[in-house]
């Protein structure tokens, strides 16, 4: 996903047709010590600045993955449907979350607005509580025997 200038979320999946051209582009900016340059019509040559070279080689690789991209600013404003998506969960369990304090929110009008930093600090949260809660129990399952994790890897 993309954010456009009127800020609605809008799905960028690279079209099969461009996926060699994406992986090749992924390839030169991969090169080390490569100082890029963006070409202008006129021919001009412009240096990429270094952030926007990282951001840019991350977006190449994950597009040359297959994967969908999001840029978001991090004050961005999303609507309850939008932020739902982003964790993965229905509306409706999000507005509870929302309500119980969980993650902070704006009202407009009658209307919730949940800023993406806010957002995406509950998710680290929720991903972090997650894989304590799954080590606390692969180490119960070891204790009481049920798990070897040795013998759980595959070869």
């Known amino acids: 996903m993309v ?8 799905s960028v ?4 047709l461009e996926a060699e051209s994406i992986k090749e582009l ?26 926007i070279y990282q951001v840019l080689l991350q977006v190449v690789h994950a597009m040359a993955s297959g994967k969908a991209i999001s840029i978001i600013p991090q004050q961005q404003e ?26 902070p ?17 509950y998710k680290q949260q929720r991903d972090t509580k997650r894989r304590e809660g799954l080590k606390e129990l692969t180490q119960f399952l070891q204790d ?7 013998s759980s890897k595959l070869d």
Not at 46 to 51: C, D, G, Q, S, V
Request: aromatic fraction near 6%; proline fraction near 5%.
């Open 13 to 16: 999946i690279s079209p099969q």
């Open 78 to 103: 999303l609507t309850t449907q939008q932020a739902a998506e982003l964790l993965n969960v229905s509306r409706p369990y999000l507005i509870k979350l929302l309500e119980q304090g969980e993650i």
């Open 105 to 121: 929110h704006i009202k407009v009008g009658s209307h919730r607005r949940v800023r993406f930093d806010d957002l995406m600090k």
């Open 3 to 10: 954010l456009t200038q009127n800020m609605s979320l809008n």
């Open 144 to 150: 009481e025997g049920f798990y070897d994790e040795e």
């Open 26 to 51: 992924e390839r030169v900016l991969s090169v080390k010590d490569f100082q890029a340059k963006l070409l202008g019509a006129n021919g001009e040559k412009i240096n990429i600045p270094e952030p």
